[in-house]
Nanobody
Framework: VQLQASGGGMVQAGGSLRLSCAAS????????MGWFRQAPGREREFVAA????????YYADSVKGRFTISRDNAKNTVYLQMNSLKPEDTAVYFC????????????????????WGKGTQVTVSS
């Protein structure tokens, strides 16, 4: 599974960005997907995850109510809509996939993620 994240950029506080992660796998619908982020000097942290079908989602408390994860299995793509951005959201954002047929929880822990994409930088200015 190869993953490619895109959509990062620079935005002012209160603004919005939409990240995309395209997967090159024939059975994308078999994988739980997650978004993580890593700020300079900090460990990679969980942001949001979504189940195979998209019917279940899970968010870190720090982004709940502001970020929305979704997926389009026909396009092999998972999205992260980020609204009301804050300077503390500044980080490199990574998408990750849990093992095939694994439950949602497998995409909520960086140690459980099996496949990683290259990150995309998000910078929020105050």
């Amino acid at each position: 599974v190869q993953l490619q994240a895109s959509g990062g950029g620079m935005v002012q506080a209160g603004g919005s960005l939409r990240l995309s992660c395209a997967a090159s796998v024939r059975t994308f619908e078999d994988y739980p997907m997650g978004w993580f982020r890593q700020a300079p000097g900090r460990e990679r942290e969980f942001v949001a995850a979504i189940s195979w079908s998209g019917g279940s989602t899970y968010y870190a408390d720090s982004v709940k109510g502001r970020f929305t994860i979704s997926r389009d299995n026909a396009k092999n793509t998972v999205y992260l809509q980020m609204n009301s951005l804050k300077p503390e959201d500044t980080a490199v954002y990574f998408c990750g996939a849990g093992a095939q047929y694994s439950p949602l929880i497998a995409a909520t822990d960086a140690l459980s993620v099996k496949f990683w994409g290259k990150g995309t930088q998000v910078t929020v200015s105050s």
